[in-house]
């Protein structure tokens, strides 16, 4: 006679198969992309002390977490959140390993150099901070690719070149802050307008000298150089005319005097000789 297993023993059975995946070692993404994230950065804070190479190894178990600053989500990193740990150094291109990654906070510290393009390759990403840094270079147009962006915050830090186009197609994206920086350029229209209502306003791009467009006020220096133009345009032809008007004014006034001048002569003429000729 065959014995059917009961209910029980088929659901312990099955977790005893699942249970080995469950504590297997990390998505080999997942720990390339910490690892090589860990290296580029600088600690002197010492807040990624237990970054160390075993728990990098197997930084998730489902959803609990054995790295700080590391939020996972079935064994997968969900979320990297690193604020205001004084972290130095740069942000390393393999972050693009994370791929279930949707939200990267790396604001308040001293990171350095570029934006990598590579973080495009984070399709799922929803949330990109990295404000109050010291990061230099342009924005990569790249990151458009992302396309559940919802927080682009890049403020206060050394960015140059001008805002991306495409930033502009990022349809969920309701948050969005570039502020003092060194941005120059016109404002994509589609960032600045969205069926003829503001989408962000002029706080979103405060702070950047040669950035220009709505929402921002006209700038200043350019306001008044085009002014300056038209000022020197009319000055000088107002000038040219009165001029112009003085000179005839001279000229008609020689003319005259010249013009008397060879009348009184001719009468003086015409007595000496009439005068001379003798009376008939």
């Given at each position: 006679m065959m014995l059917v297993p009961s209910a029980a023993a088929a659901a312990a059975a099955v977790a005893a198969l699942l249970l080995p995946l469950l504590m297997a070692g990390a998505d080999p993404s997942d720990e390339s992309c910490l690892l090589n994230l860990r290296n580029s950065l600088e600690d002197p804070a010492n807040s990624l002390r237990k970054w160390t190479k075993s728990t990098l190894a197997s930084p998730c178990n489902g959803f609990t977490s054995y790295l700080v600053g590391v939020t996972c989500n079935n064994g997968r990193i969900y979320k990297l959140s690193l604020p205001a740990r004084s972290l130095g150094g740069s942000i390393s291109p393999f972050l693009s390993n994370c791929t279930n990654l949707q939200t990267l906070d790396l604001s308040s510290n001293s990171l350095t150099g570029p934006i990598p393009a590579e973080l495009s390759s984070l399709l799922n990403l929803a949330i990109l901070n990295l404000s109050s840094n010291h990061l230099s270079g342009q924005i990569p147009p790249q990151l458009s690719f992302c396309a559940y962006l919802n927080v682009i915050d890049l403020h206060s830090n050394d960015l140059s070149g001008p805002i991306p186009d495409q930033f502009g197609l990022l349809v969920r994206l309701s948050v969005f802050d570039v502020s003092y920086n060194r941005l120059e350029g016109p404002i994509p229209v589609l960032l600045s307008n969205r069926t003829g209502?503001?989408?962000?306003?002029?706080?979103?791009?405060?702070?950047?000298?040669?950035?220009?467009?709505?929402?921002?006020?006209?700038?200043?220096?350019?306001?008044?150089?085009?002014?300056?133009?038209?000022?020197?345009?009319?000055?000088?032809?107002?000038?040219?005319?009165?001029?112009?008007?003085?000179?005839?004014?001279?000229?008609?006034?020689?003319?005259?005097?010249?013009?008397?001048?060879?009348?009184?002569?001719?009468?003086?003429?015409?007595?000496?000789i009439s005068h001379a000729m003798p009376d008939y």
């Open positions: 209502l503001p989408r962000f306003n002029a706080s979103s791009f405060v702070g950047n000298k040669e950035l220009y467009g709505y929402p921002l006020p006209p700038m200043r220096g350019r306001g008044l150089s085009v002014l300056a133009i038209v000022g020197i345009g009319l000055g000088s032809g107002m000038i040219s005319l009165v001029l112009s008007f003085t000179a005839v004014c001279i000229w008609l006034r020689v003319t005259e005097q010249n013009s008397a001048t060879a009348g009184g002569v001719m009468n003086d003429e015409d007595g000496k």
